[in-house]
Nanobody, 117 residues
Framework: QVQLVESGGGLVQAGGSLRLSCAASGNIFSINRMGWYRQAPGKQRELVASISSDGRTNYVDSVQGRFTISRDNAKNTVHLQMNSLKPEDTAVYYC???????????WGQGTQVTVSS
Protein backbone atom coordinates (compact mmCIF):
# COMPACT_ATOMS: atom_id res chain seq x y z
CA GLN A 1 0.00 0.00 0.00
CA VAL A 2 0.99 3.60 -0.60
CA GLN A 3 -0.33 6.49 1.47
CA LEU A 4 -0.36 10.09 0.27
CA VAL A 5 -0.64 13.31 2.24
CA GLU A 6 -1.07 16.59 0.43
CA SER A 7 -0.30 20.14 1.46
CA GLY A 8 -0.56 23.52 -0.17
CA GLY A 9 -3.44 24.98 -2.09
CA GLY A 10 -5.56 27.96 -1.16
CA LEU A 11 -6.86 31.16 -2.67
CA VAL A 12 -4.84 33.23 -5.13
CA GLN A 13 -5.53 35.97 -7.65
CA ALA A 14 -5.26 35.32 -11.35
CA GLY A 15 -1.66 35.46 -12.46
CA GLY A 16 -0.40 34.29 -9.10
CA SER A 17 1.39 31.13 -8.07
CA LEU A 18 0.85 28.22 -5.70
CA ARG A 19 2.79 25.09 -4.89
CA LEU A 20 1.24 21.78 -3.96
CA SER A 21 3.17 19.04 -2.22
CA CYS A 22 2.45 15.36 -1.79
CA ALA A 23 4.35 13.14 0.64
CA ALA A 24 4.29 9.40 -0.01
CA SER A 25 4.75 6.66 2.55
CA GLY A 26 4.40 2.92 2.72
CA ASN A 27 5.58 0.78 -0.18
CA ILE A 28 7.20 3.69 -1.98
CA PHE A 29 9.61 1.52 -3.95
CA SER A 30 6.65 0.05 -5.82
CA ILE A 31 5.53 3.43 -7.19
CA ASN A 32 5.57 3.55 -10.99
CA ARG A 33 4.23 7.02 -11.47
CA MET A 34 2.93 9.94 -9.44
CA GLY A 35 0.66 12.66 -10.63
CA TRP A 36 -1.80 15.38 -9.88
CA TYR A 37 -5.44 15.25 -10.93
CA ARG A 38 -8.01 17.96 -10.55
CA GLN A 39 -11.77 18.06 -10.48
CA ALA A 40 -13.84 21.19 -10.93
CA PRO A 41 -17.53 21.30 -10.00
CA GLY A 42 -19.62 19.50 -12.59
CA LYS A 43 -16.58 18.23 -14.48
CA GLN A 44 -14.73 14.95 -14.67
CA ARG A 45 -11.49 14.43 -12.86
CA GLU A 46 -8.56 15.02 -15.19
CA LEU A 47 -4.87 14.21 -15.04
CA VAL A 48 -2.98 17.50 -14.93
CA ALA A 49 0.63 16.37 -14.64
CA SER A 50 2.56 13.20 -13.97
CA ILE A 51 6.11 12.09 -13.35
CA SER A 52 7.26 8.54 -13.85
CA SER A 53 9.86 6.59 -11.91
CA ASP A 54 12.44 7.40 -14.59
CA GLY A 55 11.70 11.11 -14.35
CA ARG A 56 9.65 11.60 -17.48
CA THR A 57 6.94 14.20 -17.13
CA ASN A 58 3.66 14.80 -18.91
CA TYR A 59 1.21 17.66 -18.78
CA VAL A 60 -2.27 18.32 -20.03
CA ASP A 61 -2.20 20.93 -22.77
CA SER A 62 -4.04 23.54 -20.70
CA VAL A 63 -1.22 23.77 -18.12
CA GLN A 64 1.78 23.21 -20.38
CA GLY A 65 4.36 25.93 -19.73
CA ARG A 66 2.64 27.11 -16.54
CA PHE A 67 2.81 24.10 -14.22
CA THR A 68 5.87 22.07 -13.29
CA ILE A 69 5.86 18.72 -11.57
CA SER A 70 8.97 17.63 -9.72
CA ARG A 71 10.01 15.15 -7.08
CA ASP A 72 12.33 15.07 -4.11
CA ASN A 73 13.42 11.46 -3.79
CA ALA A 74 15.12 12.05 -0.45
CA LYS A 75 11.81 13.18 1.05
CA ASN A 76 9.53 10.93 -1.02
CA THR A 77 7.67 14.05 -2.04
CA VAL A 78 6.23 15.31 -5.30
CA HIS A 79 5.56 18.98 -5.93
CA LEU A 80 3.35 20.80 -8.39
CA GLN A 81 4.46 24.37 -8.98
CA MET A 82 1.61 26.33 -10.53
CA ASN A 83 2.39 29.70 -12.09
CA SER A 84 0.29 32.16 -14.09
CA LEU A 85 -2.83 30.72 -12.54
CA LYS A 86 -6.16 31.28 -14.24
CA PRO A 87 -9.71 31.16 -12.87
CA GLU A 88 -10.27 27.99 -14.89
CA ASP A 89 -7.58 26.29 -12.81
CA THR A 90 -9.96 26.41 -9.86
CA ALA A 91 -10.59 22.85 -8.69
CA VAL A 92 -9.89 20.29 -6.01
CA TYR A 93 -6.44 18.87 -6.71
CA TYR A 94 -5.67 15.27 -5.85
CA CYS A 95 -2.29 13.60 -5.59
CA UNK A 96 -2.18 10.16 -7.15
CA UNK A 97 0.25 7.27 -7.13
CA UNK A 98 0.22 4.27 -9.44
CA UNK A 99 2.04 1.39 -7.81
CA UNK A 100 2.75 -2.29 -8.06
CA UNK A 101 2.58 -4.66 -11.00
CA UNK A 102 -1.14 -3.94 -11.41
CA UNK A 103 -0.63 -0.18 -11.35
CA UNK A 104 -2.99 0.21 -8.41
CA UNK A 105 -4.21 3.67 -7.45
CA UNK A 106 -3.67 5.56 -4.23
CA TRP A 107 -5.16 9.01 -3.67
CA GLY A 108 -4.50 11.94 -1.43
CA GLN A 109 -7.31 13.65 0.45
CA GLY A 110 -7.59 16.52 -2.04
CA THR A 111 -6.79 20.19 -1.64
CA GLN A 112 -8.80 23.15 -2.88
CA VAL A 113 -7.23 25.62 -5.28
CA THR A 114 -9.27 28.74 -5.98
CA VAL A 115 -8.15 31.38 -8.47
CA SER A 116 -10.05 34.65 -8.37
CA SER A 117 -10.36 36.92 -11.38
Amino acid sequence: QVQLVESGGGLVQAGGSLRLSCAASGNIFSINRMGWYRQAPGKQRELVASISSDGRTNYVDSVQGRFTISRDNAKNTVHLQMNSLKPEDTAVYYCNARWGSNWSHSWGQGTQVTVSS
